[in-house]
């Protein structure tokens, strides 16, 4: 593997394994009615590139699965993440 292809991988995992993390700790902390981890933040995650971490933990644990703004948002941001891989 060449440095920046070992780069872009760790990037990505780190990305989608902070990603896991927060949509987890939101969907504990709602049933906990504590502090939540704002839309945004989330969002943000997955543009930075944890959009299927996202996506694929939302539907494992049923977290905001009935909110378009992430189930028809987050597989939107996919295929841009995906068409912005081919261009480049």
């Not at 060449?2 to 990603?19: G, H, K, Q």
């Amino acid at each position: 593997m060449t440095p920046i292809t070992t780069v872009t991988v760790f990037y990505f995992a780190a990305i989608s394994l902070v990603t896991i993390i927060a949509t987890c700790l939101d969907k504990y902390f709602a049933k906990k009615d504590m502090f939540r981890i704002s839309e945004k933040a989330l969002i943000i995650f997955a543009v930075l590139g944890g959009s299927l971490a996202e996506y694929c933990t939302m539907q494992i644990i049923r977290h905001k699965t009935k909110h378009s703004k992430f189930m028809v948002g987050l597989p939107l941001i996919m295929i841009l993440q995906i068409a912005l891989i081919f261009v480049f």
